[in-house]
């Protein structure tokens, strides 16, 4: 079950939620295994509280996030505190936006539901970031979850 908001009166952030057979720690291990679900060149550990690392696509996309919330089986936080997109107005957009994965258990299932805090629909970048995120989350991060196999792409 993939479920998306995008109503901007009851929730203006972009958010999106999955429903996997694994526990609540596997889908946990997963997200802070970044480099296994989200393409580009990844710098930095991404699985302990305090935590840095950036992410780059080729000239379009930079942020540098810090863990800043770990609760195992139940909650990763990321505050991003820097970033250029270069495709859009004001490549700054992401900079002070929070990453929060959201992990429950519901009748034996694991729920994930992530939401990028800030990412609003007043931004440029709403559109394109929003389908990119529906990707990563919805199809990389759900398979590695329920698989347990890195989803790879060609990092250029």
Not at 33 to 58: C, P
Request: aromatic share 12%.
């Amino acid at each position: 079950m993939i479920h998306q908001e995008r109503n901007a009166m009851e929730n203006p952030d972009f958010t999106t939620a999955f429903v996997v057979d694994q526990t609540p720690m596997e889908a946990y291990n997963a997200i802070n295994n970044v480099r296994a679900w989200w393409s580009g060149q990844i710098e930095g550990d991404t699985d302990k509280l305090g935590d840095e690392f950036t992410y780059r696509y080729k000239t379009f996309h930079y942020s540098k996030h810090k863990l800043t919330e770990l609760v195992p089986g139940k909650k990763v936080v990321w505050l991003i505190t820097d970033s250029r997109l270069n495709f859009v107005g004001n490549p700054t957009e992401w900079t002070g936006t929070k990453i929060i994965f959201d992990i429950t258990e519901k009748d034996g299932k694991t729920q994930v539901r992530f939401t990028h805090h800030g990412l609003v629909p007043q931004y440029q970048c709403f559109n394109d970031c929003s389908n990119a995120w529906s990707g990563y989350i919805n199809d990389s991060l759900r398979e590695l979850i329920m698989t347990g196999i890195p989803q790879s792409w060609p990092v250029e």
